[in-house]
């Protein structure tokens, strides 16, 4: 398994062979560098780390830094792990969206939009506690009864309240790429993809 590291630029459609209009989001990966290469001999399992987008001196640790150094580049913002059956390419080598071609099949892992605290007419899709009539007063977003009677006298765990939503890392499974473009390390996949515009995606292939 291999990928890239991009960042989601935003949603846009197309027209394919059809004449459907198909939605699709665009993702700008620019040219990563192989910055480790993990051996069976040295970490127990083959795997490549591949890191994008520079950081300037000022805003990078020694540690960073030097680990960087060691391929050859400056160090960079994000790192991803790659596990592969045998190891390919070299220290600072660089990989650019030419890895994929227009029908292939990807996962993307992206964090999802975070919306803050919410109630369980959002979070859950409650209906609220039944008509507005009735003496029903103030009750339309709320959760209704949570607890049981005397026994077991508590609320069981898992039980769908309000909290926290969204911010979440999530993975989008077979998801398809419509068009490459290389001289602007573009691709345009099908279909959403989580997260807000500028945010950094994982594409696995």
Same mark, same amino acid.
């Given at each position: 398994?291999?990928?890239?590291?991009?960042?989601k630029?935003?949603?846009?459609?197309?027209?394919d062979?059809?004449?459907?209009?198909?939605?699709c989001?665009?993702?700008?990966a620019?040219?990563?560098?192989i /910055?480790?290469?993990?051996?069976t001999e040295?970490?127990?399992?083959?795997?490549?780390? &591949?890191?994008?987008?520079?950081?300037? !001196?000022?805003?990078?640790?020694?540690?960073?830094?030097?680990?960087?150094k060691?391929?050859g580049?400056?160090a960079?913002?994000?790192?991803?792990?790659?596990?592969?059956?045998?190891?390919?390419?070299?220290?600072?080598?660089?990989?650019?969206?030419t890895?994929?071609a227009?029908? !292939?099949?990807v !996962? &993307?892992?992206?964090?999802?939009k975070?919306?803050?605290?919410?109630?369980?007419?959002? $979070?859950h899709?409650?209906?609220?506690?039944?008509?507005?009539? %009735?003496?029903? %007063? !103030?009750?339309?977003?709320?959760p209704?009864?949570?607890? +049981? /009677?005397?026994y077991?006298?508590?609320?069981?765990?898992?039980?769908r309240?309000?909290?926290?939503?969204?911010?979440? $890392?999530?993975?989008?499974?077979?998801?398809?790429?419509?068009?490459?473009?290389?001289?602007?390390?573009?691709?345009?996949?099908?279909? +959403?993809i989580?997260?807000?515009n500028?945010?950094?995606v994982?594409?696995?292939?």
């Open positions: 398994m291999v990928g890239l590291i991009g960042k630029i935003g949603m846009t459609s197309i027209i062979a059809n004449g459907a209009k198909v939605g989001t665009v993702v700008q620019e040219p990563n560098v /910055s480790q290469i993990k051996t040295k970490e127990g399992y083959n795997a490549l780390q &591949i890191s994008a987008i520079e950081l300037k !001196d000022k805003h990078s640790t020694a540690a960073a830094t030097g680990h960087f060691k391929a580049t400056k960079m913002k994000v790192s991803h792990e790659f596990r592969v059956d045998q190891t390919v390419g070299n220290l600072g080598d660089r990989v650019d969206v890895i994929f227009e029908g !292939d099949f !996962d &993307i892992i992206g964090t999802s975070g919306k803050g605290f919410q109630g369980v007419v959002k $979070r899709n409650f209906n609220g506690v039944g008509p507005a009539t %009735h003496g029903q %007063h !103030d009750r339309q977003r709320a209704g009864s949570v607890g +049981s /009677s005397s077991p006298s508590k609320v069981f765990k898992g039980l309240m309000a909290g926290r939503m969204g911010g979440k $890392r999530i993975k989008n499974l077979n998801a398809q790429i419509l068009k490459v473009i290389p001289e602007q390390n573009l691709l345009v996949i099908k279909g +959403s989580s997260g807000h500028g945010s950094i994982v594409i696995e292939k």
